[in-house]
């Protein structure tokens, strides 16, 4: 235990856990709550309050390579400050907002102030900070999001209740002003990691993963993608996080759609986010052990299982379950594979590739992907719903992202190899050419 990089340096890791959840809870989770008493306040119809989340996702993925590229110029406590100085500047003007448009500008700069302070630079700073226990790190740091998700939406419930929206989006600036601000301009720094140095490869290729840093720092992010590994693990992100996504904002409508009433809606809700918390650690876990490879094709399979479970397959699965039974099963099946899957996504990149030099940048790419899928689980799972009268036919298309992302990462897997030799190459031509 005196060797673990956690022990010695829990002190960042819990400063970077507090800001992603006070961070993933006003972006993410307060929003959505907010959203039928903003639209009853601006007397607004269902298709034009949808615009909020729209303009937020949309905007993350504009700026999710700029804020890659910002990450590897200027690290990642740079961008944690200029990220929480932008939403404490756009948290106050929420309760301000005359029109649905002032709230819709908000929103977009919200989803560009994530891209510095979100999941993604998260995930590079624990790159900086960890190497044997990097998996693990980046699991445990992204549980705030599933924390965020159990902690955050009845708090703003109550104050919507008995203040009205305006009150309850007054949290925002009093938590990132208590909380994020401080931590991010007295506690976070960049890692001992952070500045990679070029060094001699190997002249063969290594079996091992410990032995791959040999090779990182003469990758950069261009020659990066020429790796077939790098776009399994960019299509990989755009399926899960189609059906990921597209879940967290439909999960309750869908509920409803089955008959059933708010306070069992949030019961469901809240068993996924707490068993993906399970999914999360124990993924972390298995991905820094010599089973990382099953594990993951595991998670895989779960959050396919998982998009199955809602069908009613007593009528030949053309319509959606009623039972209970079946519904708490897709909840603890589900969140396994969800918890699973997020941590998947997000540490094995860093795992894979974090010792390069450019993975910031390579981060900003991936995560882009991840927007793109979140951004159309969104709008087609909603579009399908207008369309077909239910969610049938976007679990249909759940199904299949599940099935092509379980397929992209057994190719990455089973093309593990080639990539090493891949990386090796230019390594080692580099070399001679020095000679």
Same mark, same amino acid.
């Given at each position: ?52 989340? &729209?303009?937020?996702?949309? +905007? ?15 690290? =990642?406590?740079? =961008? ?6 932008? #939403? ?15 709230? &819709? ?6 989803? *560009? ?8 630079? #998260? ?27 159990? =902690? ?81 693990? &960019? ?42 918390? *399970? ?18 094709? #595991?998670? +895989? ?9 809602? @069908? ?67 709008? @087609? ?25 379980? =397929? ?28």
């Amino acid at each position: 235990l005196r060797g673990s990089e956690l022990l010695r340096y829990w002190k960042q890791v819990l400063a970077a856990w507090l800001v992603f959840f006070v961070t993933a809870g006003m972006t993410y989770q307060a929003p959505p709550i907010m959203l039928d008493a903003i639209r009853r306040d601006f007397e607004v119809d269902h298709y034009r309050i949808a615009y909020l989340g &729209a303009i937020f996702q949309l +905007c993350k993925g504009i700026f999710t390579m700029p804020g890659g590229f910002a990450l590897h110029h200027y690290g =990642c406590r740079s =961008c944690f400050r200029a990220g929480a100085l932008i #939403i404490l500047i756009a948290s106050a003007l929420y309760p301000l907002a005359p029109s649905l448009w002032w709230l &819709a500008i908000l929103h977009g700069i919200y989803g *560009a102030a994530y891209d510095l302070i979100g999941v993604g630079p #998260i995930i590079v700073f624990a790159t900086t900070w960890f190497e044997g226990e990097t998996a693990l790190a980046i699991s445990i740091l992204v549980t705030a999001f599933s924390f965020s998700g159990i =902690c955050f939406p009845p708090i703003v419930a109550y104050f919507i209740a008995h203040h009205g929206w305006r009150m309850a989006s007054l949290m925002c600036p009093i938590l990132t002003a208590l909380v994020v601000i401080p931590i991010c301009f007295c506690l976070l720094q960049d890692g001992p990691l952070r500045q990679r140095t070029q060094g001699a490869a190997p002249q063969r290729v290594p079996d091992s993963e410990e032995s791959q840093a040999q090779l990182m720092v003469h990758l950069n992010f261009w020659r990066s993608l020429r790796l077939s590994a790098v776009w399994h693990l &960019a299509f990989l992100s755009l399926y899960q996080l189609y059906i990921i996504i597209a879940l967290i904002n439909t999960l309750t409508l869908y509920l409803k759609d089955v008959h059933m009433d708010l306070e069992l809606s949030a019961l469901y809700t809240s068993i996924i986010f707490q068993v993906s918390i *399970a999914g999360k650690l124990l993924m972390g876990a298995a991905m820094d052990s010599k089973f990382q490879g099953l594990a993951g094709l #595991i998670s +895989c399979l779960m959050l396919l299982l998982g998009t199955l479970l809602p @069908l009613d397959f007593s009528k030949g699965g053309r319509q959606l379950t009623q039972s209970h039974g079946q519904l708490l099963a897709f909840a603890i099946i589900y969140g396994l594979g969800f918890g699973g899957s997020y941590s998947l996504l997000s540490a094995k990149p860093a795992k894979l590739l974090g010792r390069m030099a450019d993975f910031g940048k390579l981060q900003g790419f991936l995560m882009l992907f991840q927007v793109i899928g979140g951004f159309l689980g969104t709008l @087609l799972t909603g579009k399908l719903r207008e369309v077909t009268g239910s969610y049938t036919w976007s679990f249909y298309v759940f199904i299949v992202m599940g099935f092509l992302a379980s =397929c992209h990462y057994i190719a990455l897997e089973l093309g593990k190899k080639k990539t090493l030799q891949a990386i090796s190459v230019p390594a080692t031509d580099r070399v001679e050419t020095h000679q």
